[in-house]
C-alpha cells in the first residue's frame, strides 16, 4: 500500500500508475484526504470534511444457514418412503373447520415439548410449520386475534403440499414419520361439488384420514344437519376414489373448549358413513383455547395416538397347517406313493 492508495501492493504515489490500470484520478481505491475510499465497504465512517472511510470493524463472517424449506411436494414424500415408512395422513373438511389449527397446534406443542408421550425426532419442513403457525404469535393489545391461523393458499392449485415431521413416542422410543397435507378447505368443496379428485389422488395411498368438523356447527341446531350431510357426501366420494381396503377414518372435532359433541350428533354422522360401508374414530380437539379447563392443543395427543394405532390384523396370507390323516392334500399323496 503506498502513500497515495489502499490497494496492496499499488505504487501510484511513486509511479503514478494503477496497478490495476485503473484511472489515478477515479480509482475507488485512491486515498481522499487521510482516509482510503474502498469499493463495497461495509458500516463506513465519514471524516470532519463529509469524506467516506474505511469501516471501524471488518465485517464478519458469514455463518453458515439452513436450506430454505417450505411444504413438500409429492415426490418429495415418495422419495422419503423409498428409505423409510412414513405415516401419509388425510386431511378433509369445510373452510375454518380447524385443519389448518390442527396443525398448527401440533407444531406449537411439540416445539415447546408439551405433546403428552411424544418428542420432536425430526422435520423437513420447518419452514413451512412456521408459516402456518405465524398467526397464532400475533395479539392484539394483549388479545387473541379472531382467527389464530392464516388460511391456506395453495402455490400449485393442482398440487397438495405436505408437512414433514417425525415424532418418537415415549413409551417404547419408537419414531414415526408423519406425511401431513395442509389443505384448503375449499378442496374438500369441490370434491363434494364436482367430484374432483385428481388433486387428492394420494388418498389412494393413506395411512389414514381426518374428516374434521368445526363443533360449533355440530351443536347449532340451524347448521347440524348440513355438516353431517357433508360429512356423508365426502364419505360416498371417498369410496368411489378409493378402490379395495379404505384408511381408517378419524372424524375430528374441533373446539372442544366451546362445545361438547352430543351423543345423538355423533350417532348421526354414524349411521351416514355406515350407508357408504364406514364407520370413524371419534377424537375431539381443541387447537387453541382460552379455558382453562382445556389448554392450548387439548386432545392432539390422543389424536396422534389414533393415526398411529395399528388396525385389526387381516388373515395370515400363508398361514400355518399341520396335514392330517382324513384330509386329501398334496403331502399325503406323496407320502402315500411313496
Known amino acids: 500500500m503506498s502513500n497515495g492508495c489502499g490497494y496492496e501492493g499499488c505504487t501510484v504515489g511513486e509511479t503514478k500508475r494503477c496497478a490495476l490500470e485503473n484511472d489515478p484520478a477515479t480509482c475507488p481505491h485512491r486515498v481522499t484526504g487521510s482516509l482510503v475510499v474502498e469499493e463495497n465497504a461495509g458500516d463506513d465512517t465519514i471524516d470532519s ?21 417450505t411444504t413438500l411436494a409429492l415426490a418429495a414424500i415418495d422419495e422419503m418412503m423409498v428409505s423409510r415408512y412414513v405415516t401419509v395422513v388425510g386431511i378433509l373438511g369445510d373452510p ?77 422410543d419408537r419414531s414415526f414419520d408423519f406425511a401431513l397435507p395442509d389443505l384448503p378447505g375449499e378442496w374438500s368443496k369441490d370434491f363434494i361439488r364436482t367430484a374432483r379428485s385428481d388433486r387428492l389422488e394420494f388418498m389412494r395411498s393413506a395411512d389414514v384420514i381426518w374428516l374434521v368438523s368445526d363443533g360449533r356447527i355440530l351443536s347449532n341446531k340451524e347448521l347440524r344437519q348440513g355438516a353431517i350431510t357433508r360429512l356423508g357426501q365426502l364419505a360416498a366420494r371417498l369410496r368411489a376414489l378409493i378402490i379395495g381396503k379404505m384408511p381408517r377414518l378419524i372424524l375430528v372435532i374441533t373446539h372442544r373448549d366451546i362445545v361438547v359433541p352430543a351423543v345423538d350428533t355423533i350417532r348421526r ?23 382453562p379447563n382445556f389448554g392450548a392443543g387439548f386432545g392432539l395427543d390422543l389424536l396422534i395416538n389414533a393415526t398411529v394405532r395399528e388396525a385389526r390384523k387381516g388373515e395370515p396370507f400363508w398361514p400355518d397347517s399341520n396335514p392330517s390323516e382324513e384330509q386329501r392334500s398334496f403331502l399325503s399323496y406323496r407320502r402315500d406313493n411313496d
Not at 470534511?49 to 455463518?63: D, I, K, Y
Not at 351416514?272 to 364406514?278: C, G, I, S
Not at 370413524?280 to 387453541?288: D, W
Open 49 to 69: 470534511n463529509g469524506s467516506v472511510g474505511s469501516p471501524v470493524l471488518a465485517s464478519p463472517v458469514e455463518t453458515p444457514t439452513f436450506p430454505p424449506s
Open 96 to 172: 375454518e373447520a380447524g385443519k389448518t389449527a390442527c396443525l398448527a397446534s401440533l407444531y406449537l406443542l411439540v416445539s415447546h415439548a408439551k405433546l403428552e408421550g411424544w418428542s420432536f425426532a425430526d422435520s423437513r419442513s420447518l419452514m413451512a410449520f412456521e408459516e402456518i403457525a405465524r398467526g397464532a404469535r400475533r395479539w392484539n393489545e394483549g388479545d387473541p386475534p379472531a382467527q389464530m391461523t392464516v388460511h391456506t393458499e395453495m402455490a400449485d392449485d393442482r398440487q397438495p403440499g405436505f408437512l414433514h415431521i417425525k415424532l418418537r413416542r415415549r413409551s417404547d
Open 269 to 291: 354422522i354414524e349411521l351416514e358413513l355406515a350407508k357408504h360401508d364406514l364407520e370413524a374414530e371419534v377424537v375431539a380437539v381443541a387447537p387453541f383455547s382460552d379455558d
